[in-house]
């Protein structure tokens, strides 16, 4: 009878040992040889077990890729895995871009959004062409601004929607596109970012904000270097904004403090135009409330990079733009295309048409290359971008 009963507690125990193997063995992620290039045509690329990304958010991201490839201007690509495990995300999708090449040769215009979905991590990966310290600070803000947020809210569809917008805008409006026209343009934030007057004061006079001038030519810097400090400081820029939004503010008329309402409460204070604006999210408001006074001060906080347009009617950023290639750039002409912006709020439509540069031939390119297919490329990165978790 003994020995039965010690067969038995050893199968079971046998048992025991293989689930919690299972159980304890963490999933090993696909390798960067295994993910699939995508199809001629196609700029996304979905290897999660339940294909997170929904038909239609993948035809918005293809369309946006497109037209950025068809003018010339750059290649974006998004790849969604599962998971790494158990390398870090970031080393996977800088190796990913360079073996694929997103981007056009000699250009280096590309830009991957990758997403580890089971390990809630995000990375923006850019070309060398597209990666200078205003392109860097514009891919913290897409990530800090439309990515994460989305991710945290359980919408993974609009964080790739919302990042693959983020990151065409970044690509069109990068000094390698716009030559002529960097050197003169405002900063990133300039359109949709108003400070007070008094936050203008506080931030210009703080003690820990110099300006700091070189009075000698100094060697080119370090290329890590010089995107580890371009990050650096476009976090302090973020979070310099974040603390003069909650800084304490009083009343200019009987010097009492005022009260912050909550995104419930505020709304009653806001316009039509103004909640609408809310609820898209190109615009954020803060309403602070003076009880003494019965006294509501509202002040407005534009995102860096938002997919809405401003309406040349209302003055709302509730404008949605779409693009339609008229006449694609070749190497030997540049093209066209047709801009349209309707704005939700008013319904009120504009149409323009913009000239796009010639397409740039790189000696060590083939004259095979098809300008629409997706598997060419000859882009390289040295690792700028942004991080992201969740």
């Not at 964080?159 to 900063?187: F, H, T």
């Not at 954020?284 to 906080?301: G, I, L, S, T």
């Not at 950023?317 to 030997?332: C, E, I, N, P």
Request: proline share 6%; net charge negative.
């Amino acid at each position: 009878m003994a020995p039965s009963v010690t067969f038995g507690a050893m199968r079971a125990w046998l048992g025991f040992v293989v689930l919690f193997c299972a159980l304890g063995t963490p999933a090993l992620g696909v390798t960067v040889e295994a993910v699939p290039r995508p199809a001629a045509g196609s700029w996304t690329v979905d290897l999660t077990p339940s294909h997170v990304l929904k038909p239609e958010v993948r035809a918005d991201v293809d369309e946006m890729a497109r037209s950025l490839n068809d003018r010339g201007l750059g290649q974006l690509m998004v790849v969604m895995v599962d998971t790494t495990s158990p390398r870090r995300s970031r080393e996977f999708a800088l190796e990913l871009f360079n073996r694929w090449g997103i981007g056009h040769p000699g250009r280096d215009d590309g830009a991957l959004l990758f997403i580890a979905y089971a390990d809630r991590k995000a990375e923006i990966i850019l070309g060398d062409g597209v990666d200078d310290p205003d392109d860097q600070a514009a891919s913290d803000a897409v990530m800090a601004q439309e990515v994460v947020p989305a991710f945290k809210r359980g919408d993974p569809n609009e964080a790739v929607r919302g990042g693959a917008q983020g990151l065409k805008e970044l690509i069109e409006n990068s000094r390698l596109n716009n030559p002529d026209a960097a050197a003169d343009a405002p900063s990133a934030a300039s359109d949709d970012v108003e400070l007070m007057d008094w936050e203008r004061e506080a931030f210009l006079n703080t003690p820990h904000m110099q300006v700091l001038t070189a009075e000698e030519p100094s060697p080119p810097p370090n290329v890590g270097l010089f995107a580890g400090a371009a990050g650096v400081l476009g976090a302090a820029g973020l979070a310099g904004r974040a603390w003069l939004r909650r800084r304490p503010r009083k009343c200019r008329t009987c010097n009492n403090p005022r009260v912050r309402l909550g995104e419930a409460a505020d709304d009653a204070h806001l316009d039509p135009g103004q909640r609408f604006e809310e609820s898209l999210g190109s615009v954020d408001y803060d309403v602070w409330w003076c009880a003494p006074c019965e006294d509501a001060a509202v002040e407005r906080y534009g995102r860096f990079f938002s997919r809405f347009k401003r309406c040349q009617r209302c003055g709302y950023v509730t404008g949605k733009q779409t693009s339609r290639t008229l006449r694609s750039a070749t190497y030997d002409h540049g093209g066209e295309v047709e801009v349209t912006v309707r704005c939700g709020h008013c319904d009120h439509v504009t149409t323009s048409r913009h000239r796009t540069p010639r397409r740039t031939r790189s000696s060590s390119s083939s004259s095979s290359s098809s300008s629409r297919s997706s598997s060419s490329g000859g882009g390289r990165s040295s690792g700028g971008g942004s991080s992201g978790s969740w």
